[in-house]
């Protein structure tokens, strides 16, 4: 049996930064190279040294294509990695649309900040050419003893379960596991045999909205500014949040016929990652399918606007109130929301809802946390608006849904967690032991486990 060693270089004890470095023998296999984010100390992690070799890798494996998991593969190959990204065609479209976008945000951080540029357009390119993009429930062998395969995970569209078979053991990282009840893509899939789990605990300390209290509270956002004759701003993540919330719009606007409230998505991100959805219709669930036989867009509904350059993007502020407004980025890191923040949260008739987890340090964390103003190019924001959040969007799987997806193997894995914050992680491991009497610990930054 060759030697198999575990290292993490990101997303240990902390949300962001999914980095894992499998050694068996001299074999090197790397499962996700994520961006850290946060506060301005965990996000200049993102300077520094990776902590290994980009040159010695032999793969790359991705779960999906979320910018935790995704945002450093550039610079793999700005130092000399020269193998494959293994990873679902939906994932690696969207990644492909993740990384242009994070690489000129990024170049306008590091001007901000006086840093160097992390990577250029054309490290993203060479990314591009390095495909290779396997079905899932497909094995696909790397070498004689080491194989690997993809199951649903019900996150984002494309996202997996990654499967590693060594000769007779199998390790299993869990990447990030959605929800049984996600609005569009195909519920989590259930492995039941591991030796080793790796298994991400974002929400490892409790539970989301049910399906329809999330629902409930937006629409009757929705309904409020109305009313009130305001204006609602949803931060949303390009992926899935988006076409999540267009899901609902669509189908309220089709059963409201008299409800005109123009909705503006301001996102050319979000709207690319749309047109991926629409491609890849095989991976939503079986009744979205059978929705579009008979409503071929469920992303689509009267009084949508979609806004693509940035000149059509402030038109938006002449428009009048009732009005939808839709934008990024998630976590008001970034992007087109910040600007619509700065315009409309300082009047307290306006709402703004943040959708799903907001990582500590972000402004979006700020505002859902009781912030009382914000900078804005210098110039301070008072906040008058009601801010709030929906959890019950979230593409990550709850404490329970995490218990569930665990009580599924029919041997007893050791586990592994990763991808949440410490002290989620200390909350959850004894719950892990007394719940399902399975041994769980903590993967610590750059500290090997042996799976021998």
């Known amino acids: 049996m060759p030697k198999i060693k575990l290292t993490s270089f990101g997303a240990d004890q902390e949300v962001t930064g999914s980095c894992h470095l499998l050694e068996i023998d001299n074999y ?3 499962i996700d190279c994520g961006l850290f984010q946060g506060d301005r100390e965990n996000y200049l992690k993102n300077w520094e040294t990776l902590g290994f070799d980009p040159k010695n890798i032999d793969a790359v494996i991705l779960t999906h294509a979320h910018l935790d998991h995704c945002g450093r593969l550039p610079l793999l190959f700005q130092q000399g990695y020269q193998g494959k990204v293994y990873a679902t065609k939906a994932t690696s479209q969207i990644a492909e649309l993740i990384l242009a976008d994070n690489q000129r945000i990024l170049t306008e951080k590091a001007s901000e900040r006086n840093l160097p540029v992390l990577y250029s357009k054309e490290d993203v390119a060479k990314i591009n050419q390095a495909w290779k993009t396997i079905p899932y429930h497909q094995e696909e062998k790397l070498t004689n003893d080491i194989s690997f395969q993809f ?5 984002i569209l494309g996202a997996t379960i990654v499967e ?3 000769q007779d053991k199998i390790i299993i990282f869990s990447g990030d596991l959605g929800g049984e009840d996600m609005p569009l893509v195909q519920n989590v899939e259930y492995p039941q ?3 080793f789990v790796i298994m991400e605990s974002t929400y490892g300390n409790r539970q989301h909205e049910n399906k329809a209290s999330r629902e409930t509270k937006l629409l009757k956002a929705v309904q409020e500014i109305t009313l009130k004759n305001s204006v609602l701003i949803i931060s949303v993540f390009a992926v899935e949040r988006t076409q999540d919330i267009l899901k609902v719009l669509n189908d309220y606007y089709e059963t409201h016929l008299d409800f005109r409230v123009p909705v503006y998505l301001d996102s050319p991100l979000a709207t690319a990652a749309t047109k991926i959805y629409r491609e890849h219709s095989e991976l939503l669930k079986p009744e979205v399918q059978d929705i579009l036989k008979y409503d071929p867009d469920v992303f689509s509904f009267p009084h949508l606007n979609i806004t693509r350059t940035s000149r059509e993007s402030k038109t938006i ?5 009732p009005k939808i407004i839709l934008a990024g980025s998630g976590m008001a890191e970034g992007g087109r929301l910040i600007h619509h923040l700065a315009r409309y949260i300082d009047q307290a008739n ?7 987890f907001q990582v500590p340090g972000t402004l979006g964390h700020k505002l859902t946390h009781g912030a009382f103003d914000f900078d804005y190019y210098g110039k301070t924001i008072k906040i008058k608006a009601v801010v709030d959040q929906i959890d019950g969007f979230s593409a990550h799987a709850d404490k329970t ?3 569930k997806w665990l009580k599924a193997f029919k041997n007893k894995p050791q586990i592994y967690l990763t991808h949440g914050d410490q002290k989620i992680m200390e909350e959850f491991i004894p719950v892990i032991k007394a719940e399902l009497d399975l041994n769980a610990q903590m993967l610590k930054n750059k500290e090997s486990v042996h799976f021998n």
């Open 350 to 356: 306006n709402h703004i809802l943040f959708m799903g």
């Open 317 to 321: 502020n002449s428009k009048a109130s």
């Open 401 to 403: 849904q995490l218990l």
């Open 151 to 155: 199951y649903h995970a019900g996150h």
């Open 28 to 30: 090197r296999l790397l």
């Open 164 to 166: 590693i078979k060594i």
């Open 193 to 195: 045999y591991a030796d």
